[in-house]
């Protein structure tokens, strides 16, 4: 199968596992964090802070994470910031055994982790080209992205049964345990240089900068330049902007709403385990179909039709539904967005030029995810204020209504082949 092709390559098949056992302990600790919090302040908007603060350094310091990844052995960038998940994520785990952990260290911790991503994510993305040739990346994008949806999947099932059964303390120790085996498992990539690395960066007087760091004015050109490359790309700041805004809509209904909903309907944190895990596995259907193909094609289609139908999809938790009407709407969702993402990530893989795909794809990042802080903070306040079904009606709707009306009008999205 060309799915399973990338395996054959130790190095990939090395990324791939780490990164899937760190993807479970991310949704274990998502499980954990939501119900402590909810324990602890019984406040949306005091969840929404926690997600906020995380997201602030990542959308500071993406830019920058993107051009030094575009300079730096991007398998180190990843490890340090693993290590530094691991760390910080084993201290909150002491503090909650030891009955200290207060809201406070959730929000350094926070703001530690979005930092961290701020590096790892424009690596992760720049990488995976640097060890898979391209014929192999539709396949190689899809065991990614399975591999996620396996922590999804996974991940909240084994994070509500350990919240259900030992309390929160455990599952944050289980999460910390994750980042340093996937640590252990990124040493044997040191090695690999792609073109990340094609040229090093020196100072106004000739010297080489340390670690290949540029200096700040070569760093802003860099920037600048990659926000160039996106301004000229009608296909890319297009769909930049739709993701901003659907980001906003669909991740803080999910991220957010979704506890209170299940602690209002049935109050068992087993049930709302069960439905984070009922969402990926849509995802991993559309990663098997789209995975197996060395070309994807259509993939403006792919993307915005399938943000629509996520979107409808998701407002479908504000209707009085039984619980597996529910789960059939987790899956189709899954489904969408997935196929949706592939498309996209091997549009950016495949059009973008390699020696700056680092400061492309943290433009992607910046840009994408630039409204996620306000929309917490909406989420939090609406949820609070007016119920977590009718957030879910709302942002379900105008995901759905804005991904029709951008496909149907824009030429540039819809050529995009």
């Known amino acids: 199968m060309p799915l399973l092709r990338s395996f054959r390559n130790r190095k990939f098949a090395l990324l791939w596992g780490g990164q899937t056992l760190s993807r479970i302990g991310d949704f274990i600790h998502e499980i954990a964090l939501a119900w402590w919090v909810l324990e602890k302040t019984g406040s949306a908007g005091m969840m929404a802070t926690v997600l906020i603060v995380a997201f602030i350094p990542m959308l500071v310091f993406t830019l920058i994470g993107g051009v030094l990844v575009d300079r730096l052995p991007r398998a180190r960038v990843m490890l340090i910031s693993d290590m530094a998940h691991g760390v910080v994520m084993s201290l909150i785990a002491v503090f909650s055994f030891a009955g200290t952990l207060e809201i406070w260290h959730v929000y350094v911790a926070a703001f530690i982790f979005g930092l ?53 303390s455990i599952a944050f120790a289980a999460d910390a345990a994750t980042f340093f085996v996937s640590s252990a498992m990124l040493l044997p990539l040191l090695s690999v240089k792609g073109n990340g690395i094609s040229r090093g960066a020196v100072t106004p007087e000739g010297e080489p900068s340390p670690l290949g760091t540029p200096p700040a004015p070569e760093m802003l050109a860099e920037v600048r330049d990659g926000l160039q490359f996106v301004a000229r790309a009608p296909w890319l700041w297009i769909s930049i902007l739709l993701y901003a805004l659907t980001n906003v809509m669909l991740s803080g209904p999910y991220s957010i709403s979704l506890p209170y909903l299940v602690q209002g309907r049935w109050d068992d944190p087993r049930v709302l385990g069960w439905l984070y895990a009922i969402f990926p596995a849509g995802y991993v259907v559309g990663s098997l179909w789209l995975g197996n193909r060395e070309t994807i094609r259509r993939r403006g289609a792919l993307i915005y039709v399938g943000t629509a139908l996520a979107g409808a999809m998701l407002g479908l938790f504000g209707l009085p539904l039984p619980i597996w009407a529910l789960g059939v709407a987790a899956f189709i969702n899954g489904i969408a967005l997935q196929l949706g993402t592939l498309a996209w990530t091997n549009a950016l893989q495949t059009l973008a030029p390699r020696d700056m795909l680092g400061r492309v794809s943290s433009v992607d990042a910046l840009g994408s995810f630039a409204l996620i802080p306000i929309g917490y903070a909406l989420t939090g306040w609406a949820t609070d204020l007016l119920g977590a079904p009718l957030v879910f009606l709302i942002g379900g709707g105008v995901t759905a209504l804005a991904a029709a009306l951008v496909f149907a009008l824009n030429r540039a999205v819809r050529g995009l082949d």
């Not at 640097?130 to 084994?158: F, K, T, Y």
């Open 116 to 168: 961290a991503d701020a590096f790892f994510q424009p690596a992760f993305a720049a990488f995976v080209p640097d060890v898979v040739p391209d014929n192999e990346l539709p396949g190689a994008n899809a065991l990614n992205s399975l591999g996620i949806q396996a922590g999804r999947i996974l991940g909240p099932a084994i994070g509500g049964s350990l919240v259900a059964l030992g309390g929160t």
